[in-house]
């Protein structure tokens, strides 16, 4: 699939999304983006999405928290393709600023401004299924609102969790909203079931032989 790097049947890494990593789920005719990445990144993943023949068949964009590197270019490609992004609730009210954040550190991350969605987005509690066979999974913690998102065998974790030589860890304290909930969504991730852990940052890894 053009650069992407072939993770599991209908899953792509991509290459060009900035600040995080970026994934393409397919599905026939529809296509779904996790974590788009940074605003800056924009024309890069537009241009690597275009090349690879998926940009007029993204449907929808699957954001796993609010934190700039992720949720930062998916408005351009809401604008590009018409699609539904769909984020956790008490993130997108982070995003409006109906929320305050739970730390200084993350309020000052609040204030970095994201673009506007001119389509608007679609809400997470967690359960829902954004895409076919894709299932949100709540895991609070990093962000109030961050969302996890199961399909088949691999679960994109976000920063729910970042991988080592050691296992799975949380994110630092000074990132993280609420540690006791991080720590119990490390724990749901590692109960899911997937065997493929794709990370918000760092590789991708087996959680199960």
Not at 100 to 107: G, L, M, N, S, V
Not at 172 to 177: D, G, K, W, Y
């Given at each position: 699939?053009?650069?992407?790097?072939?993770?599991?049947?209908?899953?792509?890494?991509?290459?060009?999304?900035?600040?995080?990593?970026?994934?393409?789920?397919?599905?026939?005719?529809?296509?779904?983006?996790?974590?788009?990445?940074?605003?800056?990144?924009?024309?890069?993943?537009?241009?690597?999405?275009?090349?690879?023949?998926?940009?007029?068949?993204?449907?929808?964009?699957?954001?796993?928290?609010?934190?700039?590197?992720?949720?930062?270019?998916?408005?351009?490609?809401?604008?590009?393709?018409?699609?539904?992004?769909?984020?956790?609730?008490?993130?997108?009210?982070?995003?409006?600023?109906?929320?305050?954040?739970?730390?200084?550190?993350?309020?000052?991350?609040?204030?970095?401004?994201?673009?506007?969605?001119?389509?608007?987005?679609?809400?997470?509690?967690?359960?829902?299924?954004?895409?076919?066979?894709?299932?949100?999974?709540?895991?609070?913690?990093?962000?109030?609102?961050?969302?996890?998102?199961?399909?088949?065998?691999?679960?994109?974790?976000?920063d729910a969790v970042r991988g080592s030589d050691n296992?799975?860890?949380?994110?630092?304290?000074?990132?993280?909203?609420?540690?006791?909930q991080a720590q119990a969504s490390l724990e749901l991730?590692?109960?899911?079931?997937?065997?493929?852990?794709?990370?918000?940052?760092?590789?991708?890894?087996?959680?199960?032989?």
């Open positions: 699939m053009g650069g992407m790097e072939s993770i599991y049947p209908a899953v792509f890494r991509l290459q060009h999304s900035a600040g995080s990593n970026g994934y393409a789920i397919l599905d026939g005719d529809r296509v779904a983006i996790v974590d788009p990445g940074l605003v800056g990144g924009r024309r890069g993943l537009l241009r690597e999405l275009r090349q690879a023949g998926l940009l007029a068949r993204v449907t929808d964009v699957l954001v796993t928290h609010s934190d700039a590197d992720h949720v930062g270019a998916a408005p351009a490609v809401q604008a590009a393709t018409g699609a539904r992004v769909w984020l956790g609730r008490a993130d997108a009210e982070v995003l409006e600023g109906t929320r305050r954040p739970a730390t200084r550190f993350r309020r000052l991350l609040a204030r970095r401004a994201t673009d506007a969605f001119a389509g608007g987005l679609e809400l997470l509690e967690g359960g829902e299924e954004p895409f076919p066979g894709v299932t949100a999974l709540g895991t609070p913690g990093h962000t109030p609102g961050h969302m996890a998102f199961v399909f088949e065998d691999v679960v994109f974790a976000g296992g799975l860890r949380l994110m630092p304290r000074f990132l993280t909203s609420d540690q006791d991730i590692q109960e899911v079931g997937a065997r493929w852990l794709c990370p918000g940052h760092g590789a991708v890894r087996e959680l199960h032989t």
